[in-house]
């Protein structure tokens, strides 16, 4: 398989080896942690060779056509993995990284549950991961960025190819992965509800923070005059409100005690700064077939459709009696566990969520959190890095 071979030279350039992957309504690429650079700066460089992004400062207006990157944060993502042994057997390692188009910054603080569903036909496609004749497969996934577990599960047809699904803001069938994270309540923070409250006012405006695999801001859409309707170009047409709901975002992500990778609070400019945390989505009253409506911001820029880490965030935040979400969409966990499912109207579609909880002592408790998506190998091959340092040439040398 291309990907498993290590970086080559060819015509004096090295050229490194990568998939370049959709999974749900997110892409990028894919590399085997083990062909690259262990240093974080060379790492952090190859990264931005192959996306395209700027080796230093910023680079306003950048549209990526030196990289494989497209822009938005949604198609600026990076895995690196491999398989490792665990007392359960043989699981994959993931580790994220978020890009931006116009400044070289990046965030390894967050998973992305889109992505993440590129992760097992990844290692299917590289040989990785033992692929049957037939029937289900799963792979466990430990993603480093937050410690969450997830389980991710295809089906193999009885013609040998993937069984397929179509979902919200994908043309087409492709091939189907339900991904299920395991115990997510607390994924960033340690807590459900970070602030220690159900609801919290913050400019006048009642917000809950909740942390389910990973921390968001949900407001209601009418206390910005809004409908959670609205399309996300006029959303990100609206200067007034996307200032207010920065100044949101920000105080809340102090609230919420968010923290840097290195373990240290994050201060109000990093959180100003960051691409990543916390999320922040309006949220309204549905007019289709969903529990309720969504608007979602990840955070700097407003989403096409709907990140399903937020979706399983927002579902689980309908459990809780009191939250803005649950005002919206009163679901119930009852003493004894169950499966809740919770429709989130977005601009692509409804993201259909599965909640497994139970209520215990008063509080609601998590097992696991469920949504389906799809994923594609776009492009498997060797990219040159036109103008690597002497630093990073060295490093892939080494690899050989």
């Not at 090295?14 to 990028?28: A, D």
């Not at 549905?286 to 937020?310: E, I, K, N």
């Not at 979706?311 to 803005?324: H, W, Y």
């Amino acid at each position: 398989m291309i990907d498993l071979q290590p970086p080559r030279l060819r015509h004096d350039t090295w050229e490194f080896p990568v998939h370049h992957m959709r999974g749900g309504t997110s892409t990028g690429l894919v590399i085997w942690d083990r062909i690259a650079p262990t240093q974080p700066e060379l790492r952090e460089e190859l990264l931005r060779h192959l996306m395209g992004v700027p080796l230093r400062g910023e680079y306003p207006g950048n549209r990526q056509t030196t990289g494989l990157g497209r822009g938005p944060a949604t198609s600026n993502k990076v895995f690196f993995a491999d398989m490792e042994d665990a007392a359960d057997g043989r699981r994959l390692v993931s580790a994220l990284a978020q890009l931006a188009s116009d400044h070289g910054r990046i965030d390894w603080s967050v998973n992305c549950g889109n992505m993440s569903s590129a992760l097992q036909l990844w290692a299917l496609d590289t040989g990785l991961a033992r692929r049957s004749t037939t029937g289900l497969q799963t792979l466990t996934i430990r993603n480093t960025n937050t410690g969450v577990l997830t389980t991710s599960r295809m089906i193999i047809a009885q013609d040998g190819g993937f069984e397929v699904a179509e979902i919200p803001g994908v043309m087409g069938r492709h091939p189907a992965v339900d991904l299920f994270l395991h115990h997510p309540a607390g994924a960033k923070t340690g807590a459900l509800l970070p602030t220690g409250n159900v609801v919290d006012v913050i400019d006048d405006l009642c917000v809950s923070c909740v942390d389910v695999a990973v921390p968001m801001v949900i407001a209601r859409a009418a206390d910005f005059g809004k409908t959670g309707h609205e399309p996300p170009g006029e959303l990100a047409a609206d200067k007034e409100f996307l200032q207010r709901l920065k100044a949101l975002w920000i105080e809340a992500g102090l609230r919420m005690n968010l923290r840097r990778k290195d373990g240290s609070l994050m201060t109000r400019e990093d959180i100003a700064r960051s691409e990543t945390i916390p999320k922040v989505c309006i949220i309204g009253a549905p007019r289709g077939t969903g529990d309720l409506s969504v608007r979602y911001f990840t955070p700097q820029t407003v989403h096409g459709s709907m990140a399903v880490s937020g979706g399983c965030c927002l579902a689980a935040a309908t459990l809780i009696p009191g939250s803005v979400a649950h005002e919206i969409a009163p679901k119930q966990a009852q003493a004894k566990e169950c499966e809740v499912r919770v429709g989130i109207e977005n601009p692509a579609g409804v993201l259909g969520t599965t909640v497994v909880a139970h209520m215990e002592d008063g509080a609601l408790a998590i097992r696991s959190a469920a949504y389906q998506r799809s994923a594609q190998v776009l492009l498997a091959g060797y990219m040159p890095l036109y103008g690597a340092s002497t630093s990073l040439r060295q490093a892939l040398s080494e690899l050989q």
